[in-house]
Nanobody, 123 residues
Framework: HVQLVESGGGSVQAGGSLKLNCIAS????????VAWFRQVPGKEREGVAA????????YYHPSVKGRATISRDHAKNTLYLQLDDLEPDDTAKYYC?????????????????WGQGTQVTVS
């Protein structure tokens, strides 16, 4: 069955960087629109970055534009989110997710596979 496993979160000081990883099993990332979301307790899950592929459109939330880079390694079937110049407002649990086949969206309802999340804390 499909599994998404995130890693790479942690606690950093403001201005620091983290690279989040998401490895998929029983699913090939290159066939889907994929995204990173984040959620803070009591708030809605929001899309941070999303991509359809190496030449497809890429989305970034305005709050991370210029500080985040979404990428994937097809050979490793791994999705990444590089976060630079981190701010305390970036503190959240980050999730990778895969959209329904053929759908390009940044709305959580359109994503059918989710990882368990990795915590990012910026102080």
């Amino acid at each position: 069955h499909v599994q998404l496993v995130e890693s790479g979160g942690g606690s950093v000081q403001a201005g620091g960087s983290l690279k989040l990883n998401c490895i998929a099993s029983d699913l090939t990332f290159s066939f889907y629109y994929v995204a990173w979301f984040r959620q803070v307790p009591g708030k809605e899950r929001e899309g941070v970055a999303a991509t359809r592929g190496d030449t497809g459109p890429t989305y970034y939330h305005p709050s991370v534009k210029g500080r985040a880079t979404i990428s994937r390694d097809h050979a490793k079937n791994t999705l990444y989110l590089q976060l630079d110049d981190l701010e305390p407002d970036d503190t959240a649990k980050y999730y990778c997710a895969v959209a329904q086949r053929g759908v390009c969206s940044i709305f959580p309802v359109d994503f059918i596979y989710w990882g368990q999340g990795t915590q990012v804390t910026v102080s």
